[in-house]
């Protein structure tokens, strides 16, 4: 490929983004709803909620790198996808339906076969994203797309009981199920869509196969992975606090527990609509320079928060800060999986590998570790002030909740900020990459990086 390919057609951008809107509509607000309908319509306790949780996450720090591995041994993204639709379909009904005494056997067989399933399609996905384009832009371009449709996903199965029972939001078996069947259709059909219409990516190198211990080498061998995957770490911590805390904050100090909702709808609309205009300032400055603008914007809505009165008062206000910090986050949502299909580059350059999925499942790996450590941090600050959620909180209480909802995201987004500011594959040195990957062919003798080049050019 060429450093500055042709845009893909923005219907094929559609179709391949696709697939996202029945994945997403599977575990992120599954995850957000499962726990409290399981405890509702079935025999399992909070204890057992806690064991598949755990049991869960540990399953996905096996399973991610592993799946990346066989897509990128086997050279496919397709037929693993089509797998994992399989699996989604045949294991989602009975994760969605579970009957009164279904006890923790039954949610840890169905939860981890569903995730084992929608691993199978989101890794080989993401990698394909990359493979789509070498271009610094246009990988962008496709973020937004996936995007786009997965942010869609999520908006209709958190809308789903006002639109299937009306006037209400409670997810009750009779929503469940419609979900259910929504998504077991609904995958398989975006995916078939997806391999019918989306040619498989042509490998750019030869390379060598890739072998278990690439896993390790992956990391030891791509200096831009580890510095991105930190500045990850760091964002993710922070952002995961302020998702875990913002419901709690929201409720217990500014007395809205009934505004929630009305809160959370603006922040997720900015997300998605804040994207098309990112993309557009992503033409114009580079994309981590814009994920540190984004994070400098974040750290300014938050620092706005503790000026927030309790009361009804508090509501517009909330509204707007919270809408602004969705603004900002959704940056993230299309530049980091573009920069991370940059460092897929670099690692075809440098060490003559195609492992994107490898590199893909690292960084799903990171966000759900994220997800659960940044809300556990977030948790315990406020609870070493002795708030406890059960009574009215104390000055002490508060300020801790204060401390863990704003300033302690506030000390890691600076951080990343200023790893994000200095990060050293930018637009010229991957236009160089490009050139450089583009001057040879698949069928060029292997060995180590061109002579005479660095480690980032």
């Known amino acids: 490929m060429s450093s500055h390919p042709n845009p893909l057609p923005t219907p094929m951008l559609v179709l391949f983004g696709l697939v996202n809107l029945p994945l997403s509509m599977l575990m992120s607000p599954t995850a957000a709803i499962l726990p409290n309908f399981y405890l509702e319509y079935s025999a399992v306790t909070l204890a057992g909620l806690a064991t598949a949780t755990f049991i869960a996450r540990s399953f996905d720090g096996l399973t991610d790198p592993l799946i990346g591995y066989l897509s990128d041994r086997t050279g496919t993204r397709k037929p693993w996808m089509i797998l994992g639709a399989v699996v989604v379909a045949a294991s989602t009904w009975f994760l969605f339906n579970p009957a009164a005494d279904a006890g923790l056997g039954h949610l840890l067989t169905w939860y981890l076969l569903t995730t084992l399933g929608w691993t199978l399609v989101e890794i080989p996905h993401t990698a394909m994203a990359a493979e789509l384009s070498s271009g610094y832009h246009e990988r962008s371009r496709i973020a937004l797309w996936r995007q786009l449709l997965g942010f869609a996903g999520g908006i209709l199965f958190m809308a789903a009981p006002m639109l299937l029972v009306g006037g ?231 300020l801790g909740l204060k401390l863990a909802f704003v300033a302690w995201p506030c000390v890691l987004l600076a951080l990343m900020l200023a790893l994000a500011w200095r990060y050293p594959l930018d637009r010229r040195a991957h236009g160089i990459l490009a050139r450089r990957i583009g001057r040879r062919s698949p069928g060029r003798a292997l060995g180590t990086a061109d002579a005479g080049s660095v480690e980032t050019p």
């Not at 209400?168 to 609904?186: K, S, Y």
């Not at 896993?215 to 770490?233: I, K, N, S």
């Not at 993230?332 to 003559?352: G, K, T």
């Open 168 to 398: 209400t939001t409670r997810f009750g078996p009779e929503v469940m199920r419609v979900l259910a069947v929504f998504i077991m259709a609904g995958l398989p059909l975006s995916v078939a869509l997806m391999c019918l219409t989306v040619p498989e990516p042509v490998r750019r190198v030869r390379a060598r196969p890739v072998r278990p211990v690439d896993l390790w080498h992956a990391l030891r061998d791509t200096p831009p992975l580890r510095y991105f995957l930190v500045t990850q770490v760091l964002f993710g911590l922070a952002t995961g606090a302020v998702a875990s805390l913002f419901v709690i904050y929201a409720s217990q100090h500014l007395g809205l527990p009934d505004k929630v909702p009305q809160i959370a709808l603006p922040m997720t609309l900015a997300m998605a609509l804040g994207m098309p205009l990112w993309l557009q300032v992503m033409k114009h400055v580079d994309k981590h320079r814009a994920w540190a603008i984004a994070a400098g914007g974040m750290i300014a809505t938050l620092l706005m928060v503790p000026w927030i009165a309790p009361g009804p008062g508090a509501l517009l206000p909330m509204i707007g800060v919270m809408t602004s910090f969705g603004f900002f986050l959704g940056l993230s949502s299309i530049a980091l999986p573009s920069l991370l299909a940059d460092i897929v580059d670099y690692d075809i350059w440098r060490n003559r590998q195609n492992r994107a999925a490898i590199l893909f499942s690292f960084q799903a790996l990171v966000t759900k570790l994220n997800q659960g450590l940044g809300g556990a941090i977030a948790l315990s600050i406020p609870a070493l002030f002795g708030f406890s959620g059960q009574a009215a909180p104390s000055a002490h209480g508060v």
